[in-house]
């Protein structure tokens, strides 16, 4: 058994510009930090980023680093939330993608939601991937290689992808697979 802190010692990356579908965020980052995971929100953004909850800016989130200082090796996963200003904003980065294409080329996990799915065509990383993404997103991701797929969630070896909100709760335990986290290791501690 792993303990009460299955995630103790890993590091992962929150990379957001504001307008990030906040829920997105909040209950990944929720769950990795009770099972002991250390977060670090990167951004393009100084300060701080905005999110985007129901309909209009949300919360406000401090930036812990400059998305320009980021290293891959730096850390164990990749997690990006959807959000179509975001979005936008990393993929035009291009530190955004320089780190989003070492973790997936490092085989590092990498999860992302909605279409935070596009930066994969634009860090020239998704050919030959399995996705779940949203229709807006659809064309772009076939016509750079990938494969989209109906669900709320895939996986595709360390590529975690959710679209929409149905599958949060499966996608929550992709992420914790993918860092060794075992499913039954979860029942045990809930017990």
Do not use: C
Not at 10 to 16: D, N, P, Q, R, S
Not at 113 to 142: H, Q
Request: hydrophobic share 45%; aromatic share 4%; net charge negative.
């Amino acid at each position: 058994m792993q303990g009460a802190k299955p995630l103790a010692g890993k590091k992962i990356a929150i990379m957001v510009a504001s307008g990030f579908i906040e829920e997105h965020m909040t209950d990944v980052q929720k769950a990795l930090i009770a099972a002991g995971a250390q977060t670090t929100i990167v951004s393009p953004e100084i300060g701080v980023a905005n999110g985007w909850h129901e309909g209009g800016w949300g919360h406000n989130f401090f930036v812990d680093e400059k998305i320009s200082d980021v290293l891959p090796s730096q850390y164990d996963l990749l997690l990006t939330p959807g959000g179509a200003r975001s979005t936008a904003t990393l993929s035009g980065n291009a530190h955004s993608r320089r780190v989003l294409k070492g973790m997936v080329e490092a085989s590092k996990p990498v999860a992302l939601t909605d279409d935070a799915t596009l930066m994969l065509a634009e860090a020239e990383v998704a050919n030959g991937r399995k996705v779940a993404a949203p229709e807006a997103a659809a064309e772009k991701l076939s016509a750079a290689g990938a494969a989209v797929e109906a669900g709320p969630v895939v996986v595709d070896g360390e590529l975690i992808t959710m679209s929409g909100t149905d599958g949060m709760e499966a996608f929550i335990t992709a992420i914790k697979a993918a860092l060794g986290v075992e499913p039954e290791a979860e029942t045990e501690q809930a017990a």
